[in-house]
């Protein structure tokens, strides 16, 4: 199991003022960018005793929480955590479909709602969805593995 990173780091800004979440966002990157596991825990307690984390303690807390379900994604090369942890698809599929729902209060049927699913769903399908940024050099990391998994 594996806690998404951009999930914590939401969670980690909901702590900060709206005026602090950029340098609170700056100062939480290289917890997540660091290049081992070794590297990211002295970085989270680099954090911790510097200035935002004395002015939000709470944001550390959920992150040594997590710890144990957030360091799997430190086992990758760097190459495909740029991949694995931008890319949300479902993630953006929910966001899309809850802002169709979240304006309607009620429906007449359960026809009507799956209908109007079925619509937003195709919409959402047509537009055109980028790639993840140098996807083939990640895929060729994995090797056997993902080839043999894909056909």
């Not at 081992?36 to 944001?59: H, M, N, R």
């Not at 304006?103 to 399908?125: C, G, M, P, Q, S």
Request: hydrophobic fraction near 45%; aromatic fraction near 12%.
């Amino acid at each position: 199991m594996q806690t998404c990173i951009v999930h914590l780091i939401r969670n980690s800004l909901e702590y900060a003022s709206y005026k602090d979440r950029k340098s609170v966002a700056a100062a939480l990157r290289p917890i997540y960018a660091a290049a081992g596991e070794q590297a990211a825990k002295q970085a989270l307690e680099v954090f911790a005793e510097g200035p935002s984390g004395a002015k939000y303690p709470t944001i550390v807390q959920p992150w040594r929480r997590a710890w144990e379900n957030v360091t799997p994604f430190f086992v990758f090369p760097s190459d495909i955590r740029r991949v694995v942890y931008p890319t949300n698809a479902i993630e953006s599929l929910n966001m899309q479909l809850r802002k169709i729902f979240k304006t309607r209060d009620h429906f007449l049927n359960d026809e009507a709602a799956i209908k109007l699913l079925w619509l937003a769903l195709r919409n959402v399908l047509a537009k055109s969805v980028r790639a993840a940024f140098d996807w083939f050099s990640a895929m060729s990391q994995f090797g056997e593995r993902f080839t043999n998994a894909r056909g």
